[in-house]
């Protein structure tokens, strides 16, 4: 049982990537999921976060419009769809899954919380 962050890398500033989090031996239908990330020197902060019963997203002013969350059910797969990033988008993201029933808000506030899982991070390093 566990997740698998993927998908992390070196772009330009403008470019694009796409995280995925993978859950193996549970259905992540039933789990809110979020994406974290964590810059050295920094507190880790929610990115963006989708709720389990109603799907809607939520996501960090600084990532508003650029960062979009998915769920792929049939994939038992989370994305993160990153575009236009920036140099201050670099940190290490991670996923957390939670079978509660709170809202995407709520979870994206609470990067400290004791998540049912997280996965092992994924370096991001946007630079030219």
């Known amino acids: 049982v566990q997740l698998q962050a993927s998908g992390g890398g070196l772009v330009q500033p403008g470019g694009s990537l796409r995280l995925s989090c993978a859950a193996s031996?549970?259905?992540?239908?039933?789990?809110?999921v979020g994406w974290f990330r964590q810059a050295p020197g920094k507190e880790r902060e929610g990115v963006s976060c989708i709720s389990s019963y109603n799907g809607s997203p939520s996501y960090a002013d600084s990532v508003n419009g650029r960062f979009t969350i998915s769920r792929d059910v049939a994939k038992n797969t989370v994305y993160l769809q990153m575009n236009s990033l920036k140099p201050e988008d670099t940190a290490v993201y991670y996923c957390?899954?939670?079978?509660?029933?709170?809202?995407?808000?709520?979870?994206?506030?609470?990067?400290?919380?004791?998540?049912?899982?997280w996965g092992q991070g994924t370096q991001v390093t946007v630079s030219s």
């Open positions: 031996g549970f259905s992540l239908r039933n789990y809110a």
């Open positions: 957390a899954a939670d079978q509660g029933p709170y809202a995407s808000t709520w979870y994206c506030d609470r990067p400290k919380l004791n998540y049912d899982y």
